[in-house]
C-alpha cells in the first residue's frame, strides 16, 4: 500500500477524530464524561483490532487467540439492544482477570458506563465497526486516538488535563535527546503515554531502515516501557502505544500500575522521558539516607534516597536519578520549587550538580499546561561515574529562557513544535560543546552556582519588555490568563509554607494540585 501524504494523512486523522468526537458529544449528553467515552472506545478498539488481526491470513496461528472466542468482537456485534448490554458488561468483567498483560492493562476494573442499549449498539456497528483498525497503518489509528486524548484534555469539568503533557513540548524534548534503537527508554509517570509513542516515532523515522527484523521486534516488546499510577489512565496509556504498534495485545503490559516511589526501580533506563505529577502537597513521606522523618500519614523507605520530603517532584526526581543506569540521560519536566526551595530541595540540587551532569535547564513559559498555576522546567541531565577525588560532574549548566516575553494560551495562542526551534538549535544535540551564548540562552559555571544561595538554580536575567512599553502590551485575555497563573502559583507556594509549618491545607488549595504527566 503506498503511503498517504502528510496532508491526506492529517485530513484522514482529523476526519477520524471529528467522526469519534461527535458521538462523544451525544453520550455526553447520556451522562458520560469525555474520559469514560474514551475508555468505552478503548475496550471495543482493542477487541476489534483483536479481530482484526485473528482474521488476517498472515497473522500466526498462535498468534490468533488473543480474546477467548465467547467474549471476542464477534461476540459483541452479532448482538444488539439489552442482549448486547447485558453481553458486554459479561465481557468486561471476564476480560480484566488477565493481570501483567496489555489484555489485563486495558480491561483493569472496566464497567459498562453506556446505560442506553441503543447507543452501545450505534458504537459498536457504526462507529468502531466499520473501521479498519489495523490494516491502515499505526500512524492514522494511533494519531487519531491521541488526537482524541488530545480534545479530551480540553475537558476542565473532569480535570483530564491533568494527565496530558503539550505534544510540541513532548516532540522538543525528544528531538534534542534523540533516542537510540539500543536505548532503553521509560516514563515512571507516565499518563496517556505520549513520551513513549513520541520516542518510538523517532527511533523509527530516523532509525527503522537500518534495523533488523529482530531488533524492530525488539524495540517494541520491551524496551520502551513506563508506569502510571490511576488504572483508568494506564489502560489508556497501554491502548495508546498499542495502536501506535508498541506492545503486543497478547503479550506482557509495557504499562505497569502503582506508585513508582513505593520501592526503588527494578530495572533501569539509559533514557528518561517524564513530566512527573504537579501538586506539591502528599501523604507520603519518602524516608532517605538522612533518616529525618517529617509528620507523615504513610512512609516508603528508599536507601536510595538522598533527602527526606514530602514534596512530590523532589522525590520523582530522586528516583529518576536512581533509575537510570551508568550515562544515562534524562529530560524532566518540574516545577520551579525544585530549583529553589531549601532544605531537601537544596540537598538533592547539590547531589545532581556533583553526581550528575546537570548541563541544560529550558525554563518554559505559563499557558501551555491544562492545569493552571504551573511555572516549570525542562531538567536535562546525565548520570556519571564518580571522578576521582570526589570532583563534580557537572562543569557548566546552560540556562535557556523561553518564558519571559514569550506568553500563550490553550486555545488562542497554543504552544507550537516551531516555537521551540530556536532552543532546539541552541541546544545542538550531539554536539554540546559547540554551544553559543545568545539573549536566551547563557552558561553558569559550577563554582558560580554552588555558591548561590541554598544553590538556587531558579536563575534569570531577561525583562518582558511588555512591563515598560505600553505599545507592546498583551491582548486582555492573555493579561487575564497570566493573572491567574501567578496567582495559582504563589497560592501553591503559600500552601507549601503553611503545611512545613504545620498548618492545615483547605481542599479548595488542594484542588489547584493538579497531576501533570505525559
Not at 135 to 141: A, F, P
Not at 200 to 225: A, D
Not at 266 to 283: M, Q, T, W
Not at 447 to 466: F, H, S
Request: charged share 25%; aromatic share 8%.
Amino acid at each position: 500500500m503506498t503511503p498517504a501524504s502528510p496532508a491526506l494523512a492529517r485530513a484522514q486523522t482529523n476526519s477520524l477524530v471529528a467522526k469519534l468526537w461527535n458521538y462523544c458529544n451525544v453520550l455526553r449528553d447520556n451522562g458520560l464524561s469525555t474520559i469514560e467515552y474514551v475508555e468505552q472506545l478503548s475496550y471495543l478498539l482493542f477487541l476489534k483490532m483483536a479481530d482484526e488481526i485473528a482474521s488476517d491470513p498472515f497473522t500466526e496461528q498462535e498468534a490468533k487467540a488473543v480474546v477467548p472466542a465467547e467474549y471476542d468482537w464477534q461476540s459483541l456485534a452479532r448482538l444488539k439492544g439489552i442482549d448486547l448490554e447485558v453481553h458486554y458488561r459479561k465481557t468486561l468483567e471476564e476480560l480484566a482477570k488477565n493481570p501483567g498483560t496489555t489484555l489485563g492493562t486495558i480491561f483493569a476494573k472496566s464497567q459498562n458506563r453506556i446505560t442506553e442499549p441503543a447507543l452501545l449498539e450505534k458504537l459498536v456497528i457504526d462507529l468502531i465497526g466499520k473501521e479498519d483498525w489495523t490494516i491502515q497503518g499505526t500512524d492514522l489509528k494511533g494519531d487519531a486516538y491521541e488526537g482524541l486524548l488530545a480534545k479530551g484534555a480540553e475537558d476542565t469539568k473532569t480535570g483530564a488535563g491533568q494527565y496530558f503533557t503539550p505534544r510540541a513540548l513532548i516532540d522538543a524534548m525528544v528531538d534534542v535527546m534523540q533516542p537510540r534503537p539500543e536505548d532503553t527508554i521509560t516514563d515512571p509517570a507516565c499518563g496517556t503515554g505520549g513520551f513513549l509513542i513520541a520516542a518510538h516515532s523517532y527511533i523509527r523515522k530516523h532509525h527503522m531502515q537500518h534495523l533488523s527484523r529482530e531488533q524492530r521486534l525488539e524495540l517494541g516488546s520491551g524496551k520502551i516501557w513506563g508506569n502510571e499510577l490511576v488504572t483508568g489512565t494506564a489502560r489508556l496509556a497501554a491502548m495508546n502505544m498499542l495502536l501506535h504498534g508498541i506492545g503486543d495485545a497478547d503479550g506482557k503490559s509495557l504499562i505497569t500500575v502503582g506508585d513508582a516511589l513505593a520501592d526503588k526501580p527494578d530495572r533501569h533506563a539509559s533514557l528518561v522521558l517524564a513530566n512527573p505529577p504537579f501538586g506539591k502537597k502528599s501523604a507520603i513521606t519518602i524516608v532517605g539516607t538522612d533518616g529525618k522523618a517529617e509528620k507523615e500519614d504513610i512512609s516508603y523507605e528508599r536507601d536510595d534516597f538522598r533527602a527526606t520530603t514530602t514534596n512530590k517532584q523532589l522525590n520523582f526526581l530522586q528516583h529518576i536519578m536512581s533509575q537510570l543506569e551508568m550515562n544515562g540521560r534524562a529530560a524532566v519536566v518540574l516545577p520551579d520549587n525544585v530549583l529553589f526551595e531549601g532544605g531537601a530541595g537544596e540537598k538533592v540540587r547539590r547531589r545532581l550538580l556533583d553526581e550528575f551532569d546537570l548541563h541544560t535547564i529550558l525554563r518554559l513559559p505559563t499557558g501551555i499546561f491544562y492545569a493552571g498555576g504551573v511555572k516549570a522546567n525542562v531538567l536535562f541531565f546525565e548520570k556519571k561515574p564518580p571522578r576521582s577525588g570526589g570532583a563534580h560532574n557537572t562543569s557548566k549548566l546552560w540556562v535557556y529562557d523561553f518564558r519571559t516575553a514569550k506568553h500563550f494560551t490553550l486555545k488562542q495562542h497554543p504552544l507550537t513544535r516551531a516555537a521551540l526551534d530556536e532552543f532546539v538549535e541552541a541546544y545542538l544535540p550531539g554536539k554540546r560543546s559547540e554551544r553559543v551564548e545568545s539573549e536566551r540562552f547563557k552558561s553558569f559555571d559550577y563554582d558560580e552556582l554552588i555558591a548561590r544561595d541554598k544553590v538556587n538554580l531558579d536563575i534569570t536575567w531577561m525583562k518582558d519588555p511588555a512591563l515598560d512599553d505600553a505599545d507592546s502590551l498583551l491582548p486582555p485575555e492573555v493579561i487575564a490568563q497570566e493573572i491567574v497563573e501567578d496567582l495559582q502559583a504563589a497560592l501553591s507556594e503559600f500552601a507549601a509554607i503553611a503545611e512545613a509549618l504545620g498548618g492545615e491545607i483547605s481542599a479548595d488549595t488542594d484542588a489547584i494540585e493538579s497531576t501533570e504527566s505525559g
